[in-house]
C-alpha cells in the first residue's frame, strides 16, 4: 500500500503546484478582442492592397501590363500593415484581454495528466470538477495563445497569393501550386485555430461558476 500512498501524494502535489499556478488566471474579453480585430482592423489591412497597388502605379509610372509587379508591391505594404498592426493590436489589445500568468499551469503535471486536461477543454472528456480551476486556467491559457496566432495568421496567406499570381503569370506552374498550395494549407491552419479558440471559449462559459 505504500507504494500506492507514494504515487497519490505525488499526484497529489503535482495538482497543488497546478492549481497555486491557476490562481488568478481568466478570460477578461479575448473572444470580443478577436473579433474586433478582424471586424475593423483587418479589413483595414487588407486595404493597404489597393493603397500599395495604387502607390506603385504613380510611383513607378509604369504601363499598366506590369499590373502584377504593382499587385505584388501593394500586397508587400499590405503584409507590412497586417504584422506591425497585428502585433501592435496584440500588446495593447489582446494582452490586456486576459490574465494568464507568467507560467504553464500544466508544467508539474504528467504528460498523461496534461493530455486529459487538454481533452476536457476540447469537450472529448467529462470534465474532472476535483481540478477544474486548473482546467479552466489551462483552457485561458490556450485562448490567450491562440488568440495572438489569429491576429498574427494572415500574415502567411498575403505573402503566398502574390507569389502565386506571379509564377501562374510567368507560366511555372509547378512554382504557382506550391504557393497555391500554401494559400490552402494556411487557410486550414487559420480554421483549425479559430476551431480551437472556440472551443476553449465555450468551455470557460459552460463551466462559469462552477467550484472545483
Do not use: C
Amino acid at each position: 500500500m505504500s507504494g500506492i500512498d507514494d504515487l497519490m501524494a505525488e499526484s497529489n502535489d503535482r495538482w497543488a503546484n497546478a492549481t497555486r499556478r491557476a490562481q488568478g488566471i481568466e478570460d477578461n474579453g479575448l473572444g470580443e478582442a478577436v473579433k474586433t480585430y478582424f471586424a475593423r482592423y483587418f479589413p483595414a489591412g487588407l486595404f493597404l492592397v489597393v493603397v500599395g497597388t495604387a502607390v506603385a502605379i504613380l510611383g513607378l509610372r509604369g504601363p499598366l501590363a506590369d499590373w502584377p509587379t504593382f499587385l505584388a508591391f501593394g500586397f508587400l505594404v499590405a503584409v507590412l500593415g497586417v504584422v506591425v498592426g497585428g502585433l501592435v493590436f496584440n500588446s495593447k489589445k489582446v494582452a490586456p484581454a486576459a490574465k494568464s500568468g507568467k507560467v504553464n499551469v500544466l508544467l508539474s503535471l504528467e504528460s498523461g495528466e496534461q493530455k486529459q486536461v487538454r481533452r476536457q477543454i476540447a469537450g472529448r472528456a467529462p470534465i474532472d470538477s476535483e481540478h477544474l480551476s486548473v482546467t479552466r486556467a489551462a483552457a485561458v491559457q490556450l485562448r490567450k495563445g491562440l488568440a495572438t496566432q489569429l491576429v498574427l495568421a494572415p500574415f502567411f496567406p498575403l505573402t503566398f497569393i502574390p507569389q502565386a499570381v506571379n509564377f501562374a503569370l510567368r507560366g511555372d506552374t509547378l512554382a504557382a501550386g506550391i504557393m497555391a498550395l500554401g494559400v490552402g494549407v494556411t487557410v486550414i491552419a487559420f480554421g483549425l485555430l479559430v476551431r480551437d479558440f472556440r472551443r476553449a471559449g465555450r468551455f470557460l462559459t459552460r463551466t462559469a461558476g462552477q467550484t472545483s
